[in-house]
């Protein structure tokens, strides 16, 4: 996975945008102050400004974190409550620091539904893109010799929509021949060498049922199921 592909496009926009907002702000600060502080100073209050205590929420799959309390403000202030025009001076911009969290945590909720819309979790096209260089490798002994079909992945990949785990099902069929002398795996196949739709960051493990069917993808988040009407597989039969 080379740079572009392992960072979300719609993230990086949105804290760009959000580094703008930032630059903006701290030069309409500047320009109003009568004694003009040392530019690398005011970078140094900004970047003890961000330093605060915050609580992480999970929202959408998403962890975020939401400012409580000005820790780095603080600090600006201990340091200088005893000079009172320094702090004067450094104060809106180590109170900018503190709201530059409230900036970036805006732009993140805004990417939370552009990132749905451009890269929706229940279709299957986000989480296998480019097939070109894509393989079938056998992860169980009870697998066939078999390789992937290319062609029918092509051709059903737009088509496919999450369905339910059937995981009640599956695991009375694993009970059931847990005894067996020759254990047979759902999942005997994994795909690799295959891309994420771009832009997404997304990383994937993605098994193919023992009939060529069924597609178990795996995040980091969670499991989901998609099945093909034709076999996806070549000589697995």
């Known amino acids: 996975m080379n740079f572009l592909e392992s960072i979300n496009i719609i ?3 949105t804290s760009i945008l959000a580094w703008i907002v930032i630059g903006l702000l701290t030069n309409y600060l500047y320009t109003k102050q009568e004694v003009k502080p040392t530019f690398w100073k005011i970078l140094l209050i900004l970047f ?3 330093f605060t205590f915050s609580i992480n929420w999970q929202l959408f799959n998403t962890y975020i974190k939401i400012p409580i309390l000005p820790l780095g403000v603080w600090i600006v202030y201990a340091v200088f409550k005893n000079k009172n025009e320094k702090w004067k001076s450094y104060r ?3 109170w900018l620091g503190f709201f530059a969290n409230f900036i970036f945590l805006i732009a993140l909720l805004l990417a939370i539904p552009f990132n749905h819309f451009i890269y929706p979790e229940s279709e299957l096209e986000t989480y296998i893109s480019n097939i070109e260089k894509a ?3 056998t992860i169980h002994p009870s697998a066939k010799d078999s390789s992937l079909d290319k062609e029918m992945l092509k051709k059903q990949t737009p088509f496919l929509s999450e369905e339910l785990i059937q995981s009640h099902e599956w695991y009375i069929d694993t009970e059931m021949n847990k005894h067996s002398k020759k254990v047979v795996e759902r999942f005997p196949y994994q795909l690799i060498g295959f891309s994420t739709k771009w832009g997404s960051s997304l990383k ?3 098994y ?3 009939d060529g069917k069924g597609i178990l993808i795996s995040t980091k988040n ?3 199921y998609f099945r093909s009407e034709y076999s996806l597989i070549k000589g697995g039969n």
């Open 11 to 13: 993230e990086l926009i």
């Open 222 to 224: 969670k499991q989901l």
């Open 135 to 137: 393989t079938l490798v």
């Open 204 to 206: 994937t493990v993605v």
């Open 48 to 50: 003890i400004g961000f």
């Open 92 to 94: 809106p911009f180590a």
């Open 208 to 210: 193919l049922e023992k």
